[in-house]
């Protein structure tokens, strides 16, 4: 990777849909040899994707929740699809400390926020009650 792939770079992160043109101008190549440089950065897995930045607000969701949860590791292999699936967690981080979970959720209401940190909660103590029966047939 040279100074021209790390301005091409660059540039995408402050426009990730400025035109191939515009990029060419910028790093004084023609667009195919841009194109042929955005293609191998890709292929690479330097540039692992774009991303579309949304006004939630617009959308309707008033409300920006940052939720920390205590995850005990062998219930990360169920939490984590759980998350995912949750329509509304914008974001999911491990993080260190007492808590191993970071989330931050959109919500057009407080009760639907509350019904959602509600059932996560719910979902956190059945792995827990799985676990605990699990623990008890290897025992017995």
Known sequence: MDKIDKKIITLLQQNARM??????ENVFLSSPAVSARIERLEKEEIIE???VKINQ???GYHI??????EV???????FYPFIKSCPNVVECNCVTGNLSA???SSEEQVHR???QHLLLQE???LIRRCLQIIKFIKSS
């Open 57 to 59: 607000l617009k959308l």
């Open 113 to 115: 926020l509350c019904s």
């Open 49 to 51: 994707g774009y991303e």
């Open 123 to 125: 979902v956190l103590m």
């Open 64 to 69: 920006t929740a940052f939720i920390n949860l």
């Open 102 to 104: 970071s989330f931050r």
């Open 19 to 24: 035109p191939l043109k515009a990029l060419a």
């Open 72 to 78: 005990a590791p062998v219930q990360k292999p169920d």
